[in-house]
C-alpha cells in the first residue's frame, strides 16, 4: 500500500510499485495488467527495432495490422497474456514467467 510523507505544503504518496494497484485496480487485476503492459512495451520494442512496417511487423506476430495498431496505441484490454506471449514467441523472443511469494 502506498504511503504518505510531507514536503512542504506538498503531499507525496510513494508508490506500491503498480500503478494500476495505486489507480485503484484489485491485487489480481493489477498484476495481470501491469504483465501484459509490460508485454506491450516489449512488442512495441520489438516493432520499433526491427524498422519493419506496421503490415510486415503484424505479418511476424501472427496479427492483423489493425490489431498491432491496437496494440501500439496502448489498448490494453485488446489483449490476453496468452496472445501477448504468442506474438512475442512468434517474434523470436522467449517469455520466462517467476512466481513468488506475494507481498
Known amino acids: ?3 504518505k510523507a ?5 503531499l507525496i504518496e510513494r508508490g506500491s510499485g503498480n500503478v494500476f494497484a495505486d489507480i485503484g485496480f484489485d491485487r489480481a487485476e493489477a498484476a495481470n495488467l501491469r504483465l501484459r ?13 526491427s524498422g519493419a512496417t506496421q503490415t510486415e ?3 511476424v506476430l501472427g496479427i492483423t495490422q ?8 496502448g489498448r490494453i484490454d485488446l489483449f490476453s497474456l496468452d496472445a501477448l506471449v504468442n ?3 512468434r517474434a523470436g523472443i ?10
Open 1 to 3: 500500500m502506498a504511503t
Open 6 to 10: 510531507k514536503a512542504g505544503k506538498l
Open 37 to 49: 503492459s509490460e508485454l506491450m512495451m516489449r512488442v512495441e520494442r520489438y516493432v520499433r527495432e
Open 57 to 59: 511487423a503484424a505479418r
Open 66 to 73: 489493425p490489431r498491432l495498431n491496437a496494440l501500439l496505441k
Open 87 to 89: 506474438m512475442l514467441t
Open 94 to 103: 522467449g517469455v520466462e514467467l517467476r512466481l513468488r511469494k506475494a507481498a
